[in-house]
């Protein structure tokens, strides 16, 4: 989220700058915008923060809004509660409401860094077969049972998440970025002054899972992942 902010401002000097402050008020965002995942002290029944998997936003809006107050930016705390929506899909992004275009451009450039953040990582195969299946199964994402008792199976088992990967890349994560999200990625060229790195290694996880999806050898996807935690999310 810096590097993107900062490759903004860097092409875009004087007024049309984002400026220090509301830089630092799009770090904070980033940084705490799964912090619905986290457990109230009074759901300590629930054993899982995975549960909040489809409201996750909405919490996470509901923290920022009594965190910022705490650290001198009260006055941003309903503006930020909005702009995290941009990192979820419980709103579309064209309802999500901002009074100044500088703070829509911040929430495309939060929502982008949420994305190309975690699809960089060189670990992301992996994380998605050991980690992210079982966050859907517990948020009811993986299947959905619909109240006239149907059954909605998206995804069978961490294999066919792995084997739908490429696909949600190309026509839901990429389309968001480019035109949901402002093609604010475009602003990671400028920090980096040349090809984004982040580009580039999401380019090169999708083709090395392409290649093994081919090759029907997810074996391949060997790189160790840990959690600190695997079946208990922190009380907060």
Excluded: W
């Amino acid at each position: 989220m810096a590097r993107l902010v900062e490759g903004h401002d860097r092409t875009h000097p004087g007024s049309d700058m984002l400026g220090g402050r509301r830089a630092v008020l799009g770090v904070v965002i980033a940084l705490l915008h799964d912090s619905g995942y986290m457990r109230r002290a009074s759901e300590s029944n629930v054993e899982n923060g995975a549960v909040f998997t489809k409201v996750h936003v909405s919490r996470s809006a509901d923290f920022l809004a009594s965190y910022l107050p705490t650290i001198g930016y009260g006055a941003e705390a309903e503006t930020a509660a909005r702009v995290v929506h941009f990192t979820g899909y419980e709103m579309d992004v064209d309802d999500i409401k901002v009074a100044d275009p500088k703070d829509r451009l911040l929430g495309y450039m939060v929502g982008t860094a949420d994305l190309i953040g975690q699809m960089s990582d060189r670990m992301y195969l992996e994380k998605c077969r050991e980690y992210l299946y079982q966050e859907f199964v517990l948020g009811s994402i993986a299947r959905e049972r619909l109240p006239d008792g149907r059954e909605i199976v998206r995804y069978a088992s961490p294999e066919d998440l792995i084997y739908k990967t490429p696909g949600f890349y190309e026509y839901v994560a990429r389309d968001r970025i480019n035109r949901k999200l402002g093609a604010a990625d475009r602003y990671a060229e400028a920090h980096f002054d040349g090809p984004s790195l982040y580009q580039a290694e999401i380019d090169s996880n999708m083709g090395y899972l392409r290649e093994a999806i081919e090759n029907a050898d997810l074996n391949r996807l060997r790189r160790t992942c840990y959690s600190l935690s695997t079946r208990h999310s922190k009380a907060a």
